[in-house]
């Protein structure tokens, strides 16, 4: 359908999402874009620290970070873009407001503050040190959702955990009901739980679709993510994951699941 796509409306850029990090093979997404000339941008915004290629993409894909304090690479604010040498000063003028731009006709022609604090950029250095430590917990903490989830036939749930830092564990319900029952249940056990690429893009207003999407919708509905932590004592991992699963429990033997 990219292919198709991209001749029918013209389009000069595509965006691919990484969900929550998980690491992608983009293969045939890159062979289309190339054969097409158009730019690519990779939206891996829980995916810093996670497993990804030394070499990069290639010249025209730029691959995206957040640094906000949610995600596992946690500094506040801000984002890194990792993208060819080529693209260095371009993207650096468009982070600062694009003021160079009247020195080079050939753009950026527009710009805005992108630019990270200095208490932001020290923390990052700091995080530098502690990523690679903090992704192998929360990768351990994945692995025993992983583990106990085996249990329910009836849930879709990551298998390899070194496939991202995991921002949060995704899982796959049965349906849109026992989704929200999941949520109340946990909420009424102290956890909170929420519900990711829910609505789905394509049922936002104004919004125009190339086609119809079913599968992204329906994902969206049955949707949860678990909470991972980094910094929790074996002790609180246990609690967080026996609270979580009593709620599971209680959402799937509900009638109407």
Known sequence: MLDRALGETGAKAVILLAP???????????????????????????????????QGFGEEVFEIFSMHATKPFAVGEGG?????????????????????????????????????????????????????SAVVRRQSFAAIYRDRLVAYPELVFPNDVECAPWQFFPVLLP?????????????AAGVELRRYYRQSLSLWPNTQCFETCPVAEDLGDRMCVLPVRSVASDDEVGQIVTLILGALNQSLTTAGG
Not at 175 to 187: C, D, F, G, N, T
Request: aromatic share 6%; proline share 3%.
């Open 20 to 54: 929550f990090g998980i690491q992608q093979n983009w293969t045939e997404e890159l062979a289309i874009c190339r054969r097409r000339g158009v730019a690519l941008v990779i939206d891996n915004a829980a995916g810093l620290g996670g497993p990804r290629s030394s």
């Open 80 to 132: 890194a873009i990792f993208a060819h040498r080529s693209h260095d000063a371009a993207l650096r003028s468009a982070l600062n407001f694009a003021l160079d731009s009247h020195t080079n006709p050939a753009g950026p022609a527009w710009g805005f503050n992108g630019k990270m604090s200095e208490f932001h950029a020290a923390i990052a250095i700091v995080q530098l040190t502690r990523i690679r």
């Open 175 to 187: 349906s849109a009901e026992a989704a929200e029952r999941l949520i109340k249940a946990a909420a």
